[in-house]
């Protein structure tokens, strides 16, 4: 199994880019925490990159103090997420396309 800081490091990069998916399509942030980032920095892309870095903070943390099992447990919650994203995003775009 790959390491797990580096599973969440790109589990955090796929977040981010099916984040800025979504945004691309008009969809409002859901997590309050990055919606008040992005609004409190001059361009929202600065605060959605605020917030991953200090993820990558905490996940780096988890590491250093071998919190393993606890970034495992966050690693698959992120996969979920994405996946998630991915699907709502495909189903987004058919739905889209049938409207047109």
């Known amino acids: 199994m790959a390491h797990p800081l580096l599973q969440y490091g790109y ?25 008040v980032a992005m609004a409190l920095l001059p361009h929202p892309i600065w605060g959605l990159v605020a917030v991953k870095v200090a993820a ?4 780096i943390y988890c590491w250093w103090n071998a919190k393993f099992r606890l970034l495992d447990r966050v690693n698959l919650m992120f996969a979920i997420l994405i996946a998630w994203n991915l699907v709502a995003l495909i189903l987004g775009s058919v739905f889209h396309h049938r409207l047109a």
């Not at 977040?15 to 691309?24: R, V």
């Not at 990558?56 to 996940?59: C, K, N, V």
């Open 11 to 35: 589990l955090q990069v796929l977040d981010l880019l099916t984040t800025l998916a979504f945004l691309l399509h008009g969809v409002q942030e859901g997590n309050p925490v990055v919606r």
């Open 56 to 59: 990558l903070a905490l996940g």
